[in-house]
Nanobody, 125 residues
Framework: LQLVESGGGLVQPGGSLRLSCAAS????????IAWFRQAPGKEREAVSC????????AYAADVRNRFTLFRDSAKNTAYLQMNSLKVEDTAVYYC???????????????????WGQGTQVTVSS
């Protein structure tokens, strides 16, 4: 299973972007899906995740009500809709999927087996 992100780019503060994460094959329905990001000099952090096994989901506090994670199973694609973007949202964004690996918290990177290569999002005026 391979994941390919797209949709990143340069956007002004207050703007919107939609990131896509296309899978090379069908993602099992019980797999979790997540978006992480890593800014220069910072650790990778979970932006949003959904655990389809138990129905739980999570958003980082600073993106709640601005970002939305959703999937289109028919297209084997997950998305991250990002609105009201801020300069501090600048980072490389990664999608991930997996069955949890006995880590229940979908915000934990160890929850995932498959990662994309990342797409750069730059928010600047």
């Amino acid at each position: 299973l391979q994941l390919v992100e797209s949709g990143g780019g340069l956007v002004q503060p207050g703007g919107s972007l939609r990131l896509s994460c296309a899978a090379s094959e069908s993602i099992p329905g019980y797999y979790s899906i997540a978006w992480f990001r890593q800014a220069p000099g910072k650790e990778r952090e979970a932006v949003s995740c959904i655990n389809f096994n138990d129905g739980s989901s999570a958003y980082a506090a600073d993106v709640r009500n601005r970002f939305t994670l959703f999937r289109d199973s028919a297209k084997n694609t997950a998305y991250l809709q990002m609105n009201s973007l801020k300069v501090e949202d600048t980072a490389v964004y990664y999608c991930a999927t997996g069955d949890g690996n006995d880590y229940s918290d979908c915000r934990n990177p160890n929850h995932y087996d498959y990662w994309g290569q990342g797409t750069q999002v730059t928010v600047s005026s």
